[in-house]
């Protein structure tokens, strides 16, 4: 069973802060996209656009319930949260669900390879925002602002682990 879980938009610092906490912690951190590349033999964001976005949260689930097996931070995919299943492996762990400003997000991830903010980046991260908030609520103990500098958000972070 994984310490905690972190849940949350593209650019909520899911990937950054999970480091951050585990060094913190003394354990391991898996990111989900990261195993799922290894599963895949190709990056998350390119498996994505090739296989598309149905056999993509399938192959995500897999990966989530591999990282959940270990003793360890887990980062999770933004959109993991979209199926059924994955909320239901969530439900049973200590899921976090960072968030920040749509501004914030929108600078974290300008200029990465995001495949579903497509070309009007603002409008989609509106969208999954609305879709997803509910979900994210669904499965989070609790919500983590994580605007302003790292180590802010880390001790809120932290706060809320403890």
């Not at 391991?28 to 799922?36: H, I, K, N, Q, Y």
């Amino acid at each position: 069973m994984a310490r905690v879980v972190l849940v949350g938009l593209p650019g909520a610092g899911k990937s950054t802060l999970a480091r951050a906490l585990a060094e913190r912690l003394g354990c391991a951190v898996l990111d989900t996209d990261e195993v799922l590349a290894r599963r895949v033999a190709t990056p998350a964001a390119t498996y994505l656009r090739d296989a598309g976005e149905e056999r993509f949260r399938a192959a995500e689930v897999e990966a989530l319930v591999e990282a959940l097996d270990a003793d360890a931070v887990v980062a999770t995919g933004a959109g993991v949260v979209t199926r059924a299943d994955a909320r239901d492996l969530l439900a049973g762990e200590r899921t976090l669900w960072l968030d920040a400003p749509d501004a914030t997000l929108l600078e974290r991830v300008a200029g990465g390879d995001r495949p579903l903010l497509g070309e009007h980046p603002a409008a989609a991260l509106a969208r999954l925002r609305a879709e997803r908030s509910p979900l994210y609520r669904a499965v989070a103990s609790a919500v983590v602002d994580t605007s302003g500098p790292l180590d802010e958000a880390l001790e809120r972070l932290s706060e809320a682990v403890s």
